[in-house]
């Protein structure tokens, strides 16, 4: 068996990109899939654990912006991470895979509380940890989530799985045809030009705890076990390149 590049990873999963293109909601299809591809990756050995967002049911940040109490706004997007995670955790068991879901907001009845060295042990037996709730603090992003959780675990990487697009441009590429699209990148150039990777809090903690990110395309099928077996995918973001 060929020996993946990364052991211990973090999977981040925005709420967008299981909704596929319905762009609300859960979508059968994209979860199925996404289950299929994580599965893949256990097979191969790696421990995989995931953070998943939750702006395909809720957005705190927009609803706040029409005048709800951000703090309010942001817990109920929390609730909606867990909702996701839920229904990850039943896709991924579907296939036999075993999962254990934590959140970092109580909810004893349907998961576990997030507890780090717990979570470890998850992963050393090989179980897929999908963490929900974000931090458990509004006023941060489930990309900061998944920043802290890689820091907390000793992940060596972050799966950034977009959906729509491929890698880090240098515009929105949807919109700049002229955009262009970075093979490598590192923090400070990030930071410095707004890149669209993960808020800059998320982008600091990964720097300060040299956590390399990879941005790459969920849509595309088997492009997880591309990203653990270290081919040259997406966009890589690291603390080394000049």
Same mark, same amino acid.
């Given at each position: 068996m !060929?020996e ?11 709420g967008?990109?299981?909704?596929g293109?319905?762009?609300?909601? !859960? ?8 289950a ?6 256990t ?5 995989v ?14 609803a706040?912006?029409?005048?709800m ?10 609730l ?10 039943d896709a991924?068991e579907?296939?036999d895979?075993?999962?254990r879901v ?8 349907v998961?576990?509380?997030?507890i780090?060295?717990?979570a !470890?042990?998850? $992963?050393?037996k ?5 963490f929900?709730g974000?931090?458990?603090n ?6 900061t ?7 907390e ?9 977009k959906?729509?697009?491929d890698?880090?441009y ?6 700049d045809?002229a ?11 990030v930071?410095?030009q ?8 998320a982008t600091s $903690? ?7 990110i990879?941005?790459?395309?969920i849509?595309?099928p088997?492009? !997880?076990?591309?990203?653990?077996m270290?081919e040259?995918?997406?966009?890589i ?6």
């Amino acid at each position: 068996m !060929i020996e993946a590049k990364y052991q211990r990873v973090v999977l981040k999963l925005s709420g967008e990109a299981l909704a596929g293109e319905d762009g609300f909601g !859960i979508s059968p299809e994209v979860i199925k899939s996404v289950a299929a591809q994580i599965r893949e990756v256990t097979q191969l050995g790696v421990q995989v654990s995931v953070v998943v967002g939750g702006g395909n049911i809720w957005r705190g940040v927009s609803a706040s912006q029409e005048g709800m109490d951000r703090a309010h706004a942001d817990y109920m997007g929390m609730l909606a991470t867990v909702l996701n995670a839920l229904a990850l955790q039943d896709a991924l068991e579907r296939l036999d895979v075993v999962t254990r879901v934590q959140t970092s907001i109580e909810m004893r009845q349907v998961a576990e509380p997030y507890i780090r060295r717990r979570a !470890i042990r998850h $992963l050393e037996k090989n179980r897929v940890v999908i963490f929900a709730g974000g931090t458990g603090n509004p006023f941060f992003s489930t990309d900061t989530a998944a920043a802290l959780r890689a820091a907390e675990i000793d992940a060596e990487v972050i799966l950034m799985a977009k959906n729509g697009v491929d890698g880090v441009y240098s515009a929105d590429p949807q919109k700049d045809p002229a955009a262009i699209k970075y093979d490598v990148l590192n923090f400070m150039t990030v930071l410095n030009q707004g890149l669209g990777v993960m808020d800059a809090t998320a982008t600091s $903690l990964c720097m300060d705890n040299n956590i390399p990110i990879l941005v790459f395309a969920i849509t595309v099928p088997g492009n !997880i076990r591309r990203a653990v077996m270290g081919e040259s995918i997406g966009t890589i973001v690291r603390r080394d390149i000049v």
